[in-house]
């Protein structure tokens, strides 16, 4: 059973930083590709970026330049650093991978 759990949500001010993660359990994470999704209030869930297993990364559109996607294999886990944060960005962001989901980190950006 895959578990995937992440962490790191917050209120941040616009402009400012946040580092989410997601720690995997009970798959072959190493050669999983794993994606950040989110979903804002009132709005379908969007996908925001993926890092497939050999390391390359994609993103949507509004986020490139400004949030990252890595791994680290030997910890199982996956992260969104998200940099020059906007009100728009707010969302319950979720991790995905393995056929699974984990159960949201809510980022609020606001001043």
């Known amino acids: 059973q895959v578990q995937l759990v992440e962490s790191g949500g917050g209120l941040v001010q616009p402009g400012g930083s946040l580092r989410l993660s997601c720690a995997a359990s009970?798959?072959?994470?190493?050669?999983?590709?794993m994606g950040w999704y989110r979903q804002a209030p009132g709005k379908q869930r969007e996908w925001v970026a993926t890092?497939?297993?050999?390391?390359?990364?994609y993103y949507q559109n509004s986020v490139k330049g400004r949030f990252t996607i890595s791994r680290d294999n030997a910890k199982n886990t996956v992260y969104l650093q998200m940099n020059s944060l906007k009100p728009e960005d707010t969302a319950v962001y979720y991790c995905?991978?393995?056929?699974?989901w984990g159960q949201g980190t809510q980022v609020t950006v606001s001043s």
């Open positions: 890092i497939v297993s050999g390391g390359w990364t």
């Open positions: 995905n991978g393995m056929q699974s």
């Open positions: 009970g798959g072959d994470f190493s050669s999983a590709g």
